[in-house]
């Protein structure tokens, strides 16, 4: 998950970084709201974790600014004295807020929920080349044949195919796919696409799962391999 942080307060910020950071996200910072609009403006996050209360431009510009042209997830982090501070961010596109002081776990579940949310939204079909995935449904085919997967095994599926072309780290793939509580000094992660990758691709081709050495898994359709 790649995630924009706004917040004045550098120890807040800093203090979220790490948190993120040790989830395997990618975080930028902005301090002030004229960079975070920037910054929110020019790249693509995942969602926004936004201070209501910034110098310069406030959280509420801010947001205004970003609606006009985009619909990233964003969370407002409010003060607990300005309820109408909430029902603002909320009216002005906010997709939810968190009341400060907030606990870290709290933030980093509602991102989740709001990542599934949107993903929903997205899409609810799938296809890489003869590959078909009904996310509603929860069922995988190729070549019209249907894929027996297990819960876990779609779930891994889903996180590959809806992040197509991308490399996804095991650190990433374990953070899409598994709870908190993943114990990243297993080989859990292997084993899993070891077993999806036998029954996506072993009997079909063109081979759409592929291992990246040193950095992960990705999934995407090769043009020029080879059909063996
Ligand atoms: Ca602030």
């Known amino acids: 998950m790649k995630l924009l942080i706004i917040e004045d307060e550098v120890k807040t910020a800093e203090y979220l ?19 975070g609009q920037h910054f929110a403006l020019v790249h693509d996050y995942d969602a926004i974790v936004l201070d209501a209360m910034l110098p310069g431009l406030d959280g509420f510009a ?34 939810d807020y968190l009341v400060k002081p907030f606990s870290f776990l709290e933030l980093l579940a509602r991102l989740y929920a709001l990542q599934r949310r949107g993903r929903c939204q997205e899409r609810a079909n799938l296809s890489i ?12 085919w190729r070549g019209g044949t249907r894929i027996d997967l297990t819960a876990k095994e779609f779930a891994l599926l889903a996180a590959l195919a809806r992040r ?14 598994w709870d908190m509580n993943f114990d990243s000094n297993t080989n859990v ?10 029954k996506i691709d ?13 950095m992960g898994y990705v999934m995407e359709q090769r043009e020029a391999e080879t059909v063996s």
């Open 17 to 35: 970084k790490k948190g993120f950071g040790e989830q395997g996200c990618a975080v930028d910072v902005a301090f002030n709201g004229i960079d």
């Open 62 to 95: 801010v947001l205004g600014a970003l609606r006009k042209v985009k619909q990233t997830p964003v969370i407002m982090l409010t003060a607990r004295d300005r309820v109408e501070d909430r029902v603002r961010g909320l009216h002005a596109g906010a997709d």
């Open 129 to 140: 080349a003869d590959l078909q995935i009904d996310l509603i449904a929860r069922k995988a």
């Open 164 to 177: 197509e072309g991308e490399i996804l780290s095991k650190t990433t793939i374990a953070e899409l796919v």
């Open 189 to 198: 992660v292997e084993v899993a696409v070891k077993r999806l990758r036998t």
């Open 202 to 214: 072993t009997t079909f081709s063109p081979k759409l799962l592929h291992t990246i050495r040193g």
